[in-house]
């Protein structure tokens, strides 16, 4: 599960299910890495205390290699061993040390060895060229990738196909967002820039005039996974509504 820094330790506590990890976003350009006491790390580090199984991200964004090189022992004093790159939005090289997540990646390796679980972002219908790029962070040293949200099972698994065929075989996690009304997914579509295909929101327009959950759609799409791709794990982005997402577990291990 994807969380923010400012997620309710009550709701984490609430729970009925247990996520592998929990996933914790980072936000360069809120907390500009000033120290090692900024929100993103103080909830990495109390999801630890909890005996949470942690992925904090980082991005390239801002980011300078005197700080990371403390975050990086920080995390270690705290067994924190997984992290997730991205470049961050609005990302610029000229204000970080590192031009790209693969020299951060590079960086994490030279520094720490084997130490980190490295996870990259993937893109459901990239580019030849991101593709590309994905390799490049493999061979870097990463070790999985995690997907945008998507809504298409064929989109999925055409990222599949081509990432075997370029030599990338490490695990690849599909990203779900659920969400119960369409202003919910006008909301994901807006903030993350996601494409979404004509069916989908004829989809979610029938199923709002039937008074059906929009969340039979996400539970269709995690059984289509499951059984023509063989999926068994997934990255819900939940916008720290736990509740939520919980309730959807559930109802499809019902």
Known sequence: ??????VSEQDIDDLRVEPLFFSVTWHAKTHQCKDLN?????TACLLKSKQKNVLLHLSCDMMKATYLTELLAKLQENGI??????????FHPTNSDFVNTT???????????????????????????????????VDAGA????TQAFFDVDAFKNLKDRCEKMG?????????????????????????????????LN??????????????????????????CNITHYHFFTINKLNDVQKLIEGINT
């Open 103 to 137: 020299e951060m990646i590079k960086f994490i390796r030279a520094k720490t060895g084997q130490y980190f679980c490295i996870g990259i972002a993937g893109f459901p219908g990239c580019s030849d060229e991101k593709l590309r790029l994905i390799k490049e962070k």
């Open 203 to 228: 989809a979610v327009s029938d199923n709002e005039k039937m008074n059906r959950p929009c969340t039979d759609i996400i539970k269709q799409l995690i059984k289509q996974l499951n059984t023509t």
């Open 168 to 200: 990338v075989h490490v695990p690849l996690i599909p990203g779900v967002f659920s969400f119960e009304t369409p202003k919910q997914l006008d909301g994901f579509i807006n903030m993350c820039k996601v494409k979404v295909s004509e069916d989908l």
């Open 38 to 42: 900024i929100a993103p790390i103080k």
């Open 143 to 146: 070790n999985f990738i995690l």
């Open 81 to 90: 061993c997984n992290l997730f790159l991205v470049s961050g939005e609005g």
């Open 1 to 6: 599960m994807e969380v923010t820094p400012d």
